[in-house]
């Protein structure tokens, strides 16, 4: 694997594999006070946040996570590291890992296990994040089989599509509600005309925080600027149509 260039800007990937994990944040919260500890001492900005709810095990892992997808297109695109708490949180099947950082060169940094591009040293951390997987997939299979042969139903079967309609849901309402709170501000300053990086050191500047209470950076500024814009520009056209006058010319 070769040396890639790293810059002092970076995003960051967690993952948790159960649901129950993802509801409760058990793990996220850690993973994230690690890699922003890392960040902090090491002078690196992470501009972006991704996370799955989802397994990093098998030779499929990667197109079952959506979040990691993203993180490495964008990583990808924008030429930036990738900082996981350790490799297993990347995944835990040696192919996938090899196929990120040796075949989409992309440099991914665990904060836990310290940085390196040395071959030798990468392999021996994937093989043993998927040594690691296995065993506790055949510890939890162990002690399924004991449950059930004990007679304990397993499985939540009843609110599972719910609970991911309520997670959507929940996720759409608070990207709406920001778009809201950046527009606000924007008609609030007459801040129509700023550039997005003047946008985003104006928005720091007020106090104004992204959905995950990070200051804003212009990568994840440009999705809610532009949604902001067109919802002024909605709001602005309805306020002219309910005055007595339109249309009579």
Request: charged residues 30%; aromatic residues 4%.
């Amino acid at each position: 694997m070769a040396t890639y260039h790293t810059s002092k800007q970076a995003i960051a990937y967690i993952r948790v594999s159960t649901d129950k994990q993802g509801e409760t944040g058990i793990g996220l919260e850690g993973q994230k006070a690690s890699i922003r500890a890392y960040a902090d001492a090491d002078g690196v900005e992470i501009v972006e946040w991704f996370q799955d709810v989802a397994s990093g095990r098998g030779e499929k892992n990667l197109e079952n996570r959506p979040g990691l997808q993203s993180a490495l297109d964008f990583a990808k695109a924008n030429d930036v590291d990738v900082l996981v708490d350790g490799l297993d949180r990347l995944s835990r099947n040696t192919k996938t890992i090899e196929h990120i950082m040796r075949d989409r060169r992309i440099m991914v940094v665990s904060v836990s296990e310290g940085r390196t591009s040395n071959r030798l040293v990468l392999a021996s951390r994937a093989a043993r994040a998927e040594v690691e997987g296995n065993m506790i997939s055949e510890r939890t299979t162990r002690a399924l089989e004991r449950k059930k042969a004990e007679g304990v139903k397993l499985g939540n079967r009843t609110n599972l599509p719910e609970a991911q309609k309520l997670g959507a849901a929940s996720n759409k309402r608070r990207a709406e509600d920001k778009i809201n709170e950046i527009a606000a501000a924007i008609r609030k300053n007459d801040w129509q005309d700023l550039s997005v990086p003047a946008l985003v050191d104006a928005l720091n500047a007020i106090g104004l925080k992204t959905s995950r209470g990070e200051a804003w950076t212009a990568p994840a500024l440009r999705k809610p600027h532009k949604a902001a814009l067109e919802a002024l520009r909605t709001s602005a056209l309805a306020d002219y149509q309910d005055r007595p006058d339109f249309g009579i010319f």
